[in-house]
């Protein structure tokens, strides 16, 4: 029987076909630890990974035997792809379960912002001295009528908008490649170029993955050409911000706020994020819903099958296409 190393202990169910094929080695909770991966992984053919777990040339070398890592998540910078590539690995993703759950978090955290509904909750339930009620207190800024700039327009950047369009936003995007005038009609987005982009728009969501060329994507620079009184909101990659640039912007008060799910140093947080009122922070829970759990557990697990059984992955990031 062949041998399939899970790193974290997702739902049960997603394995129950897999445990017919395959001895799956899983923790009982939480994840293994790196040590344990690289003393189990030199057995096993298949690895289900977690973007938390680094699979480097290390993780690799160790699985002489690996013919795929499939990953659970639809980011996989935690894999050293161009290294599987060498190796002849074959690298999976989730992409699809993870939109609709994304989206909603995005959205949340840009409706929480405009109306400071963690900013009230936490006073009130400190019982705040600093909160006034009153008519022209805890005035916010809306979603209503303001544009939202998406950095990133792929499936979750879509949902976003689609969101985003029935609150009555205007929807704009940055890609490298935009999309065709007639798939930008369908979805009602306009195309603006990045410093177009930054300068006009209200709310400014990232939604690209983490690559060479995204990496502080938003410094220094990029903050500063925001509009100001903008907020950002980030539920791509940690490192897409520079943090230290993002807190600088928030204290001289050229950004209204941010809505943070990743940072920069995940899972640690920059002190002083934890300490302002307009940041909203939420600890990487983009897909934290049980649904989505078991869809992207199922999603992965079917990966693993239909490569064995010598069909094409569901979504395949390294390998044959
Ligand atoms: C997951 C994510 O929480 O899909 C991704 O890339 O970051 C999240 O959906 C994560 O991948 C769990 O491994």
């Known amino acids: 029987m062949k041998r399939l190393l899970v790193t974290y202990a997702i739902p049960s169910e997603s394995l129950n076909a897999l445990k017919e094929r395959f001895e799956v080695i899983v923790p009982e909770e939480g994840s293994f630890s790196r040590e344990e991966v690289l003393r189990l992984v030199p057995n096993c053919e298949a690895m289900l990974s977690m973007f938390s777990f680094k699979v480097d040339r290390e993780v690799m070398d160790a699985g002489k035997s690996l013919k795929i890592i499939s990953n659970f998540g639809v980011g996989y910078n935690n894999i050293d792809i161009s290294y599987a590539k060498e190796r002849g690995i074959v690298v999976t993703n989730t992409p699809d379960p993870v939109v609709e759950p994304t989206a909603e978090l995005a959205f949340a955290l840009m409706s929480d912002l405009a109306r400071r509904v963690s900013e009230c909750d936490a006073k009130l339930k400190r019982r ?10 805890n005035l916010g800024v809306g979603l209503w009528g303001k544009r939202l700039g998406i950095v990133g327009l792929g499936n979750i950047g879509k949902a976003i908008a689609r969101r985003a369009l029935v609150s009555g936003m205007e929807v704009v995007y940055y890609n490298r490649h935009p999309l065709s005038w007639l798939e930008e009609d369908y979805l009602g987005v306009s195309y603006l170029p990045f410093e177009e982009l930054l300068a006009t ?48 912007a928030l204290r001289s008060g050229h950004l209204a706020g941010a809505g943070l799910d990743v940072y920069e140093f995940e899972p640690a947080i920059t002190d002083d994020l934890l300490t302002m009122d307009n940041v909203v922070l939420v600890p990487h829970i983009g897909t934290a819903t049980m649904d989505a759990r078991i869809e992207m557990g199922n999603y992965a697990a079917e990966n693993i099958l239909l490569f064995f059984r010598g069909e094409e992955p569901l979504s395949v990031v390294v390998g044959e296409k």
């Open 128 to 137: 705040d001295d600093g909160l006034k009620w009153g008519v022209m207190e």
């Open 201 to 248: 728009s209200d709310y400014l969501s990232l939604n690209t993955p983490l690559t060479e060329s995204t990496f502080h994507l938003m410094d220094q620079t990029t903050i500063a050409q925001m509009k100001r009184g903008a907020f950002l909101i980030n539920t791509a990659r940690g490192p897409v911000v520079d943090e230290a640039a993002l807190v600088s």
